[in-house]
């Protein structure tokens, strides 16, 4: 047997499982029980049998305790069946298995670990399909035991073995990924020194043994370049640490927008390869990449305007969606990007931000250019004098509470909304509801939920129950299931918030792809809402106008789409061109906080039940 060939031992151990099938089949048996038994979820399954407990432990000692006599032909096949045999997903069975392969290595497997992952290394061709994936597992798995340690002269044994697996797979002697070649020249760390020794092994085909490693090494890299596989190729540069190629190789990657490749490559060869990156970044407009290299790379000072033209960028698109807090906190207190952040203020009519930021910060020269700002804003966005002439009125007590409840009980259709302080940390939870905005034909309520909640709980939910539960007035909202959610979390303590009857959402009606609200208001209306109050303080006291006509308009924005929806049902009515809109079908009769209606609560088609809902024939 000690006479053997490498490749004759495996012709011998595949002879001998095939004549030996009984012992196969035991093994395996033992393999796949130990894998259903161990779960390969990770989970060890309960047995209330002791009995059967113990006899598990002892078969899966006997699977994985002695290794010492288990060839890698065997183990590998072993594994393959443990994997079809698995029934969970493929990339749990993968971890557990690759656990089940790191503790394995602590079982003597001969004639050392390194050396026995390097043989399966050798052999894993034989079972095809299953061999990039087991190469990816028992790798990983090796990095993981190698970290513990094992004896030189088991690494040392390992590394000639895997020296000699990458020169044939460079050969074309074995096909292999060529991610998996990476990843084993950093598991078994192998060197210059460790290739040129197996170049000089007279059993490699094809292989010169006068030629330096070194040039055969450069030779496979520069056929990788011309493939295009660049991550591959910087990845080997890196770990043979080759620097000849040049600027040429990086604008090559640039071009061909494998950034990755193109980072890891100026990283490695230096800042100035780095500053030459940055510049092309620049130049093509990433300045995403040129400012995650320039702060990796603490290289500030060196590119001060591609910096801040990032930061700007990031700026905006925060005030963009209306996150000023966070927008703020990225300037990290910075002068020249506060100002510009005042400026955003300034565009998106934000004038009591401006005022903030001014004031916190001592920023001068502001103050008379904001009245241009604001004009040109108006002939932008909405106004509220437009929608409603009765004006805003703000209800925190019980005498307005009880005023604003009778009117609401007297109209047909509301505008409902509502507006909470945004959470910006990961993870907590959100803030309670501040404040909620009904809208009528005429007027816009604002209900100071928190101030009516802490004074009057009993009256609120009396009289926001009449509203909401009532069948004989239709509530229209925009994307509701949030406002509904977020009310119960708010005020499970209240039945008001616990279901709702008669909610038409226009969001379900239209199905806007961009924009939200303010988009449909534009498509219907012919102008837009300016959102940037959108995730201002809406806890603090007393709130601006502005916040508050911005809480109006969400409301009462809803009436005016909800007219023209109207108007367009009626066939009389359509002018050319239009189509008829249907509404009536997304009517839900009852919704229950943040559940899904239930079977039967939204209309058909063909229209609301009128026997229950006999109302809207006059809507």
């Not at 009980?409 to 945004?422: A, F, H, M, Q, S």
């Not at 009516?452 to 009289?463: A, G, H």
Request: with cysteine.
């Amino acid at each position: 047997m000690q006479n053997l060939s490498f490749k004759e031992m495996i012709q011998f151990c595949i002879f001998l499982l095939m004549n030996n099938m009984i012992l196969y089949q035991e093994a395996l048996a033992q393999w796949i029980f130990s894998a259903s038994t161990m779960g390969l979820d990770g989970r060890v399954a309960e047995l209330q049998n002791k009995d059967r407990t113990h006899q598990t432990r002892a078969i899966c000692l006997h699977a994985f305790s002695d290794l010492s006599h288990v060839s890698p032909v065997v183990f590998l096949y072993l594994l393959k069946e443990c994997y079809a045999s698995g029934t969970c997903k493929a990339t749990k069975k993968f971890r557990a298995l690759q656990h089940q392969v790191h503790q394995v290595l602590y079982n003597s497997p001969q004639p050392g670990p390194a050396v026995f992952i390097a043989h399966c290394l050798h052999v894993l061709p034989i079972l095809e399909a299953y061999s990039e994936g087991f190469s990816h597992l028992i790798i990983s798995a090796l990095r993981r035991f190698l970290k513990a340690g094992t004896s030189s002269e088991d690494l040392l044994e390992a590394k000639s073995l895997a020296a000699r697996l990458f020169i044939s797979t460079i050969d074309g002697s074995i096909i292999r990924d060529e991610k998996i070649l990476v990843k084993m020249l950093e598991a078994f760390d192998i060197s210059l020194e460790n290739i040129e020794n197996a170049m000089c092994n007279a059993d490699l085909n094809n292989i010169s043994g006068s030629e330096p490693a070194r040039t055969f090494i450069e030779r496979f890299i520069f056929k990788l370049i011309e493939s295009e596989s660049y991550m591959t190729a910087v990845s080997l540069l890196e770990h043979f640490s080759i620097r000849q190629s040049g600027e040429s190789f990086l604008l090559k990657m640039m071009q061909n927008k494998d950034y990755r490749a193109a980072d890891k490559w100026a990283t490695f060869m230096g800042k100035p390869m780095l500053h030459v990156l940055i510049q092309e970044y620049s130049e093509k407009k990433l300045l995403k990449h040129a400012y995650e290299i320039i702060k990796k790379n603490n290289l500030k000072q060196e590119f001060p305007e591609i910096y801040h033209k990032f930061k700007e960028s990031s700026l905006k698109k925060l005030a963009e969606k209306g996150c000023w807090d966070i927008a703020e906190a990225k300037t990290n207190g910075d002068k020249q990007l506060l100002e510009y952040l005042v400026y955003l203020s300034m565009e998106a009519g934000y004038s009591e931000k401006v005022d903030e930021l001014c004031d916190r910060y001592s920023l001068k020269g502001f103050v008379n250019v904001k009245e241009p700002e604001m004009s040109l804003l108006h002939s932008r966005y909405l106004q509220l004098n437009e929608l409603i002439f009765g004006g805003i009125i703000w209800v925190d007590e019980i005498n307005g509470l009880r005023d604003a409840t009778c009117h609401m009980e007297e109209c047909k259709v509301l505008g409902v909304d509502c507006e909470w302080k945004p959470n910006y940390e990961k993870g907590s939870k959100p803030n309670k509801v501040s404040i909620m905005q009904i809208a009528s034909e005429k007027v816009v309520f604002i209900f100071d939920l928190i101030k009516l909640f802490e004074d009057v709980p009993d009256i609120l939910d009396n009289c926001l129950t009449r509203i909401l539960h009532s069948p004989s007035i239709l509530k229209l909202g925009y994307n509701f299931q949030c406002d509904v959610k977020q009310l119960a979390h708010s005020y499970g303590e209240l039945t008001c918030f616990t279901h709702y009857e008669m909610l038409l959402d226009l969001q379900n009606v239209f199905r806007e792809p961009r924009g939200g609200l303010s988009g449909l208001a534009k498509k219907i209306l012919g102008s837009g809402l300016n959102k940037t109050r959108r995730n201002s303080n809406w806890e603090q006291r007393p709130l601006s106008r502005n916040q508050l006509e911005y809480a109006a308009l969400d409301a009462a924005v809803l009436i005016h789409i909800f007219c023209h929806v109207r108007s367009y049902s009626k066939p009389d009515a359509i002018p050319e061109g239009n189509h008829k809109i249907e509404w009536k079908s997304y009517i839900v009769s009852r919704l229950d906080d943040s559940k899904k209606p239930k079977k039967g609560t939204k209309s058909k088609k063909s229209g609301v039940r009128t026997e229950a809902h006999s109302h809207l024939v006059d809507l």
